[in-house]
């Protein structure tokens, strides 16, 4: 993408009622823009972090075995009188009238909605188990948006949503979940830790948030150190295997929110220097609730036996919209972000010091060239601007390696590499700087780990 050619409105000042980094950056950088309390749009920038953000996501659901569609952000109260969340769910519940007078809702969430689709098609316990999951924009009317799309009104959601026969079923498409999240997070670059959580409006009895640790988190959190250390489960992870071992391990040590925490517990549990109580955010949330929409929605199946059993679910949701602000909390300085490469807007951007002339022009135009062909995903600052614009622009987007050039090294045949992250430069042959790049970006795609 030429920078010349491209929609980039960054800020030179600092919002200043923006209250936390992430936020101050996706506003600088000219990430998003709010249109309403708590609502935003997602400038070309921020939308290609989103949607790398969204492509993992999809891709580890799509590994553990569960299966996308697409259901829609409006939805009829009668569905939602059915489970009897019509009138518990209260004002964070966006109520719609049609021209009929017919009543309608922005969806907050699917349970309703994703049971309807299931009691209509699925008939028998041979089509279980069964997932269905959707990335679709949710509405809840927060009593106090914050923090720009941390906590917005209008927020994209991932949820996906388990049928099982029996319990011990349900508890193993949990298993397939909760291994499904911390490869999602992981390949982020995030440590997001499952912590037992309350089950809040959504009801049930097995639990976990992922937490990603932050100053600026809104949750009190109490967890064992060790559990930043554990291992990832790598891409071939039987999803149609036993899990159980990876989910006791990691829920082995202890981990709560403060809803959720017994004190007397956690210090027992945990010795003194292992101890972490601090705050996080909450980036995903993931329910076992058995039969509590699908027996008043009737959602059942046809047994063995040939009688009718009421089906098992769980829900599994995970914020992109806030998952992005909460990638920026954990890696960012004083000059802006610093993205990790999975989900970095692009993996690095070609700087022409002297746009305008000819030779430099040329020099450049080969090799972004070149870095295109090679399948590095390229910014090129071709913009007729001083050095000092260009460095400070391409450290506050935070593209994790700039690769500078000019007239000075085009004549010595050398080009510049600076690392965003260490800020570490390395001067190399012209000839060499694709190879190099490559090698560097490729291995933090984190497309197998
Ligand atoms: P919170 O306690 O932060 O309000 P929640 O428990 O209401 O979250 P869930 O219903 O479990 O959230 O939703 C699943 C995920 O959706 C959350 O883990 C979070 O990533 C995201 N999410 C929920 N509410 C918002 C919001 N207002 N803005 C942005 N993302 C949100
Ligand atoms: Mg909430």
Known sequence: MRLSRYFLPVL???????????HRLMLRAGMIKQQASGLYSWLPLGYKVLMKVKAIIEEEQNRSGAIELMMPTIQSAD?????GRYDAYGKEM????????????????????????????????????????????????EVRPRFGTMRSREF???????????????????ERMFVAYLRTYARMGL??????????????????????????????????????????????????????????????????????????????AVPEEFRISARGIEVGHIFYF????????????????GKEITVHMGSYGVGPTRVVPAIIEAFHDEAGIVWPVSVAPFEAVLINLKAGDAECDAACD??????????????????????????????LIGIPYQIILGPRGLKAGEAEIKHRKTGERETLAIADAVARL????????????
């Open 12 to 22: 030179r000042d600092v919002p200043k009622d923006a209250e936390i980094a992430s």
């Open 79 to 83: 569905l939602w009188r059915e489970s």
């Open 94 to 141: 966006l109520r719609i009238e049609d021209r009929h007078e017919r009543e309608f809702l922005y969806g907050p969430t699917n349970e309703e909605m994703v049971t309807d689709i299931f009691r209509t098609y699925v008939k028998s316990y041979k089509d279980l188990p069964l997932n269905l999951y959707h990335v679709q924009w949710k509405f809840r009317d």
């Open 156 to 174: 994209l959601m991932k949820d996906a949503y388990s049928f099982d026969l029996n319990k011990e079923d349900a508890v193993k498409a949990y």
């Open 191 to 268: 440590t997001a830790i499952p912590m037992r959580a309350d089950t809040g409006p959504i009801g049930g009895d097995l639990s976990h948030e992922w937490i990603v640790l932050a100053d600026t988190g809104e949750s009190a959190v109490f967890c064992d150190r060790r559990l930043l250390d554990k291992s990832i489960p790598g891409p071939d992870v039987d999803f149609r295997g036993d899990l159980k071992p990876i989910f006791n391990d990691w829920t082995s040590l202890y981990a709560a929110t403060e809803e959720m925490v017994d004190m007397a517990e956690y210090e027992a």
């Open 290 to 305: 058995g039969t509590k929409y699908s027996e008043p929605m009737k959602a059942t199946v046809t047994g063995p036996d």
């Open 366 to 395: 080969k090799l972004y060239a070149e870095l295109n062909a090679a399948g590095l995903d390229m910014l090129y600052d071709d913009r007729d601007q001083g050095a000092g614009a260009k460095f400070t622009t391409a450290d």
């Open 438 to 449: 490559k090698g560097l970006i490729e291995p933090q795609r984190k497309t197998d780990i």
